[in-house]
């Protein structure tokens, strides 16, 4: 080959999602297994016209209407085209080329994907084997070199909590060597606790949310970038003028008018949840509540084993995992009590009689 590559996307492995998951029933990434209430689909459906569609994006609207909801002016707001592509965005616009971007390890893979394709060094800091990750420990990998430490708040995979104090003493420590802080509340609305208030009252936290996993719209790519208004500034500035679509925005925008749809959906997951965890513990069960949509399992034989029959036999999608901490486990999406039973008798076909 006589042409360039970037050597950071060279050099970067990818795994890439499956494909064709549409037939399947779908435990293994987070997503509503139902959707959203097909009226409500159906009726905003109706006001996609040909027009509408021909018309470039125009984000305003929502990032007003979500300044609204969460309480905030609207220059504290900015949409992306989901919370995976406003991480790219942060770290294209906060990170600096051969410095640190510090992450807890494991977390959402796509932080140092996207450190490795920027070249950005990303620097781990990982759990004990009881899955403790002492605060002290994140705050010792803050150095000078640092422009970047990423939160997940609850962290996924393992679902830790983070504290008031915790948080504020990574915020001061980020301060003291020039770096911005990114809190990722991508599992919110599943774990009603949030740290809005830091990205508020400080000039050096962003907080992240997505329409991803409650909304159930993975796939219009819906995430927000919440800050300073200096630093959504700069978000601002980074950005093509057209990365949202317009379907996106518009069933956005009508499911933050309908708060009594989002409740239902949250009060739905809840049932879904203890419902399953109810059933595995009668079955004597090793299981981890995340705080997420999604619990942690530990099948009685070899989890990726069991992952593969559900997939072969039941047509039903989980998480294994290949990283010696979690090789063990199966990570579950968590929806309706209606989902979940179905979940729990292919699982226990599956797993009893393996």
């Known amino acids: 080959m006589n042409y360039y590559i970037n050597p950071n996307i060279e050099e970067t492995p990818r795994v890439?999602?499956?494909?064709?998951?549409?037939?399947?029933?779908?435990?293994?990434?987070?997503?509503?297994?139902?959707?959203?209430p097909k009226d409500f689909v159906d009726s905003v459906l109706k006001e996609l016209t040909p027009e509408y569609l021909a018309m470039y994006p125009e984000p305003e609207r929502l990032i007003g209407k979500y300044a609204d909801y969460i309480g905030v002016e609207k220059e504290n707001v900015y949409c992306t085209n989901g919370s995976d592509h406003g991480i790219r965005v942060l770290l294209e616009t906060f990170g600096e080329l051969g410095k640190?971007?510090?992450?807890?390890?494991?977390?959402?893979?796509?932080?140092?994907?996207?450190?490795?394709?920027?070249?950005l060094?990303?620097?781990?800091?990982?759990?004990?084997?009881?899955?403790?990750?002492?605060?002290?420990?994140?705050?010792?990998?803050?150095?000078n070199d640092t422009r970047i430490i990423v939160l997940l708040n609850p962290n996924s995979p393992i679902g830790n909590l983070y504290t008031?104090?915790?948080?504020?003493?990574v915020v001061d420590k980020a301060k003291q060597v020039g770096a911005i802080v990114i809190l990722d509340e991508a599992y919110h609305y599943f774990y009603d606790k949030t740290f809005l208030h830091f990205a508020l009252e400080n000039d050096n936290v962003v907080l992240l949310r997505t329409f991803s996993k409650l909304m159930s719209i993975a796939g219009l790519r819906v995430?927000?970038?919440?800050?300073?208004k200096e630093l959504i500034h700069?978000?601002?500035?980074?950005?093509?003028?057209?990365?949202?679509?317009?379907?996106?925005?518009?069933f956005a925008e009508r499911i933050l008018e309908h708060p009594e749809m989002i409740?239902?959906?949250?009060?739905?997951?809840?049932?879904?949840?203890?419902?399953?965890?109810?059933?595995?513990?009668?079955?004597?069960?090793?299981?981890?509540?995340?705080?997420?949509?999604?619990?942690?399992?530990?099948?009685k034989h070899d989890a990726r084993e069991v992952a593969k029959r559900l997939e072969l036999e039941k047509k039903t999608l989980v998480h294994p995992y290949s990283n010696e901490m979690m090789k063990d486990m199966l990570r579950v999406t968590t929806g309706s009590k209606e989902s979940m039973q179905f979940f729990v008798k292919v699982f226990l076909e599956v797993d009893m009689e393996a």
Not at 106 to 118: A, K
Not at 164 to 169: G, M
């Open 16 to 36: 890439f999602p499956k494909q064709g998951r549409g037939r399947y029933h779908r435990y293994d990434a987070n997503e509503n297994p139902e959707g959203l």
């Open 121 to 143: 060094k990303h620097k781990p800091v990982q759990y004990n084997v009881d899955y403790a990750l002492p605060i002290k420990r994140i705050l010792e990998a803050i150095s």
């Open 263 to 299: 409740e239902r959906l949250i009060e739905q997951e809840k049932e879904g949840k203890a419902y399953f965890i109810s059933e595995i513990k009668k079955q004597g069960y090793w299981y981890m509540d995340c705080h997420g949509n999604y619990v942690l399992v530990k099948p």
């Open 164 to 169: 008031e104090i915790e948080v504020q003493s």
């Open 223 to 228: 995430g927000m970038v919440v800050g300073h």
């Open 100 to 119: 640190e971007v510090v992450t807890v390890s494991p977390t959402f893979e796509i932080y140092w994907v996207c450190c490795s394709l920027l070249g």
């Open 234 to 250: 700069w978000v601002r500035y980074s950005r093509l003028a057209y990365e949202m679509n317009t379907v996106g925005l518009l």
